[in-house]
């Protein structure tokens, strides 16, 4: 499970793998060097008894 990042200005998403591509952080798609780091959420399993 890798870790997903969001460009700050056109908002696309992309993983790890696309990022060290390019070398720096930068979007991979606009070039914008402002980009989020997105953890996803743990899904837990509840039981509803
Ligand atoms: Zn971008």
Known sequence: MSDQY???RCWR???DS???VLPGVRCPYCGYNIIYM???PTVKVI???
């Open 47 to 49: 039981k509803a008894i």
């Open 18 to 20: 696309k990022l060290k």
């Open 13 to 15: 998403t992309f993983d």
């Open 6 to 8: 969001r460009c700050g």
């Open 38 to 40: 997105i953890r996803k």
